[in-house]
């Protein structure tokens, strides 16, 4: 059953959070930015690379390929040049073919704002279709990688494994649950729940004391946890 998380706690946890990030957040490339394709490169290098990695590559490889459509035009060897040194390199043909399929016979390269359009591109799954719906169109779309996945499990469910699907089915109910209602704040909203699972919930260690939803968070309220 998707746990319950009632409406004054849900408010409470969106809001603490996003005072949160508004004052302690790293200042990020692409929290710069609200283009999609500057946006999608972003996630997919951070989908399995350390942030100070992707710092830089990211903006070298926006130097070579501005736009979707010089990526489109690209070569796979310059690509995969490109990306060489971050690993993983199936996210980069998975970009590139992506690219090309948003400008095939000339349309216009743009990225779709809703995450089901978004999901049907090559390449894109659940979180990245949610990350570029909320990220660059500030749409009140939800998201769970590994670090929300973390933090809503010990704020709301303590007794999910998010690594089994149908639990991590029902903490994608949770994340929609908590969203805020407008999609601007749903851009803090989801940035600030990433931020704290880097910085603070983190895998390694459950920095309660210096949390900001403490008080909305069930394992946060029974005492500091490290596991
Ligand atoms: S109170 Fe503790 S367990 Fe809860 S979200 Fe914060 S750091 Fe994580």
Redesign the pocket.
């Known amino acids: 059953m998707t746990p319950r998380v009632d409406d004054a706690t849900a408010r409470e946890f969106s809001r603490r959070l996003r005072a949160w990030f508004r004052r302690h957040h790293r200042d990020l490339p692409w929290r710069r930015t609200r283009d999609p394709y500057e946006i999608l490169v972003s996630e997919l290098m951070l989908q399995q690379t350390q942030v100070s990695r992707v710092l830089e590559f990211y903006p070298r490889f926006l130097t070579r390929f501005p736009t979707v459509h010089h990526l489109a035009e690209a070569s796979p060897k310059r690509v995969r040049e490109a990306w060489e040194g971050l690993g993983y390199y199936a996210r980069a043909r998975n970009l590139h073919a992506l690219a090309r399929h948003v400008t095939r016979g000339g349309a216009d390269g743009t990225l779709p704002a809703h995450p089901e359009e978004l999901r049907a591109l090559p390449g894109i799954g659940a979180y990245t279709a949610g990350a570029v719906a909320s990220f660059a169109y500030e749409r009140r779309a939800a998201l769970v990688d590994t670090n929300v996945a973390r933090?809503l499990t010990?704020?709301f469910a303590p007794r999910l494994d998010p690594k089994r699907p149908r639990d991590l089915t029902r903490l994608w109910r949770v994340a929609e649950r908590v969203l805020p209602s407008t999609g601007k704040a749903t851009w803090v909203h989801n940035q600030a729940l990433m931020e704290?699972g880097a910085l603070?919930?983190t895998a390694r260690v459950?920095?309660?004391d210096a949390?900001p939803?403490?008080a909305a968070?069930k394992?946060?309220r029974r005492s500091?946890?490290t596991r």
């Open positions: 933090v010990r704020a704290l603070v919930c459950a920095r309660c949390c939803v403490r968070c394992t946060g500091n946890v």
